[in-house]
T-cell receptor, first 113, second 114 residues
Framework: EAGVTQFPSHSVIEKGQTVTLRCDPI?????LYWYRRVMGKEIKFLLH????????ESGMPNNRFLAERTGGTYSTLKVQPAELEDSGVYFC???????????FGAGTRLSVL | AQSVTQLDSQVPVFEEAPVELRCNYS??????LFWYVQYPNQGLQLLLK??????LVKGINGFEAEFNKSQTSFHLRKPSVHISDTAEYFC????????????FGQGTELSVKP
């Protein structure tokens, strides 16, 4: 069974550009989470989808970030326009069932120059 | 609100020595507890979890952790480490009935030397 897949693995963009990160959860997982780790800091929650609905987006930093999960399968996280402080590693996780154990992807390392 | 503190940012240890990675948390509600590990160039992998029951939890690769409710701690231990245990370890909590989001500590880099 395939795990959580994220791409690209690494993205380097200039300030002001747009970047879209993609996450493919484990097949059949209704819950999808986005997290971010800024260098030197802890991994922080961004938002949670249940199927295609946003359950909790309390961790989204500002309106430059837009997450979607059309059809309840894969999800995208768009940053527009990117700022220097958006640099970090973006993790996606998915889960299913009452125990809700989250399985993580390898992350996307975003570098904004 | 919840917070997680991993008391050591870096832990160097020699191969075959025991190791303890410390984790304390603060929460106004009950939580589930987790340790994740990130090997170089890989994603986060679940090491072990405490959901209920016995407070001593065994995980993969010979690791174990003990939940101490009175001290709000969940320290991770291994009696004898290997070079391959070199990785970053993350303690996390998940509050009951708050949608499932994880709150992480800052991470501890375990470096095992020969």
């Amino acid at each position: 069974e395939a795990g959580v897949t994220q791409f690209p693995s690494h993205s380097v963009i200039e300030k002001g550009q747009t970047v879209t990160l993609r996450c493919d959860p484990i097949s059949g997982h209704d819950n999808l989470y986005w997290y971010r780790r800024v260098m030197g800091k802890e991994i922080k929650f961004l938002l949670h989808f249940v199927k295609e609905s946003k359950q909790d987006e309390s961790g989204m930093p500002n309106n430059r970030f837009l997450a979607e999960r059309t059809g309840g399968t894969y999800s995208t996280l768009k940053v527009q326009p990117a700022e220097l402080e958006d640099s970090g590693v973006y993790f996606c996780a998915s889960s299913q069932g009452q125990k809700n154990i989250q399985y993580f992807g390898a992350g996307t390392r975003l570098s904004v120059l | 609100a919840q917070s997680v503190t991993q008391l050591d940012s870096q832990v160097p240890v020699f191969e075959e020595a025991p190791v303890e990675l410390r984790c304390n948390y603060s929460s106004s509600v009950s939580v589930y507890l987790f340790w994740y590990v990130q090997y170089p160039n890989q994603g986060l992998q679940l090491l072990l979890k405490y959901l209920s029951g016995s407070t001593l939890v065994k995980g993969i690769n010979g690791f174990e952790a003990e939940f101490n409710k009175s001290q709000t701690s969940f320290h991770l231990r291994k009696p004898s480490v290997h070079i391959s245990d070199t990785a970053e370890y993350f303690c996390a909590v998940r509050p009951y009935n708050q949608g499932g989001k994880l709150i992480f500590g800052q991470g501890t880099e375990l470096s095992v030397k020969p």
